[in-house]
């Protein structure tokens, strides 16, 4: 999925291999993770795609089924895979994930601590964002969940940056062994409280730490600890409006394309000898209107930074 090698960047003319992983994407809200095999086929409502005429395209590539149809074959990115993933339970998604990658100072060489795994949305992206040389190590107490999560990474390519361990972290907190040692600290669990202390035996100084919670009374009850050991404790809800792009008739009311004072926008009214309005023409136009089934509240993002001693 990702360069891991800083001297590959992650490029999208590299062409498409036997055992790649592509995004096949048919729109916005229908897309599908497909491994290429190159005696395999994909079918869908537009027809039988061979596998073995993908390989050697350059990912983003169109290609088309035995009817004609297409589909577009894009390089997998943990934008694209949080869209795509099998979900075993609730996940984060981009607008949560990119606040808390921006707001824990994520950058490459970090060690992070993550727990629960869950889908291993977030870690996905917390891979891309401490490659090549840093490493995620992710803990969850549900056995077979963890182990469908590092199938996952082996499947992306992230095995080398991500370690997956089965842990009760509320109940023996994290690992000593990383005492001291964690850039940051992410929690999403139903009693983040109960992990805070140990959270913070492991952070640097000055390290950040993360809680996801989906009720208010979780964040006040992790609030109440966090203040012992932390400083800097702010809690962010982030609310997405997402607008549909689509392109249009309109009426061209000025008699021109352009409207008189110069913008798209038609100014000003051509009154008709009977007193009516009459539109020159009609022309082509794109147009954004807010999507009618934009997500809401997910949860509260609670941050804070360990105090310095
Ligand atoms: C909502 S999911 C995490 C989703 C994840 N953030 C993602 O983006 O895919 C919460 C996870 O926490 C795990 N969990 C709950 N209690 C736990 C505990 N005490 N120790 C470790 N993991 C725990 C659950 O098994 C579940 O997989």
Not at 124 to 132: D, G, N, Y
Request: neutral net charge; glycine residues 8%.
């Amino acid at each position: 999925m990702l360069a891991i090698d800083p001297g590959k960047k992650l490029s999208f003319n590299r062409l498409i291999s036997n055992g790649d992983l592509v995004i096949v994407y048919e729109r916005h809200d229908n897309m599908k993770a497909v491994t290429v095999a190159e005696n395999s086929v994909l079918q869908n409502r537009f027809g039988v795609f061979k596998h073995s005429e993908w390989i050697g395209k350059p990912f983003g590539s169109k290609v088309f089924s035995n009817k004609g149809g297409f589909v577009y074959l894009l390089a997998p990115t943990p934008e694209l895979w949080t869209l795509v993933l099998s979900h075993r339970t609730q996940i984060l998604y981009i607008a949560d994930i990119s606040f808390v990658i921006m707001y824990l100072e994520v950058v490459p060489g970090c060690l992070v601590l993550e727990s629960g795994t869950g889908s291993g949305s977030l870690t996905t992206s917390l891979a891309r964002a401490v490659a090549p040389t840093g490493h995620v190590h992710t803990f969850d107490f549900h056995e077979q969940r963890a182990g469908s999560a590092r199938d996952d990474f082996e499947r992306t390519g992230l095995s080398s940056i991500i370690s997956v361990r089965v842990r009760d972290i509320q109940g023996e907190g994290f690992p000593n062994e990383f005492a001291g040692l964690a850039d940051a600290v992410f929690l999403d669990l139903p009693q983040p409280w109960l992990a805070i202390p140990s959270a913070a035996k492991m952070l640097k100084q000055d390290g950040t730490l993360c809680s996801f919670s989906p009720c208010v009374e979780q964040v006040q009850r992790s609030c109440e600890t966090l203040q012992n050991c932390f400083t800097d404790i702010r809690t962010f809800e982030v609310l997405l409006r997402t607008y549909e792009v689509r392109e249009g008739k309109m009426e061209n009311l000025n008699g021109d394309n352009n409207g008189s004072n110069g913008s798209s926008l038609p100014c000003k009214r051509r009154q008709r000898s009977g007193g009516s309005y009459a539109p020159d023409s009609t022309v082509s136009s794109v147009m954004a209107r807010p999507c009618g089934e934009a997500r809401g509240h997910t949860g509260f993002l609670t941050f804070a930074r360990l105090k310095c001693l």
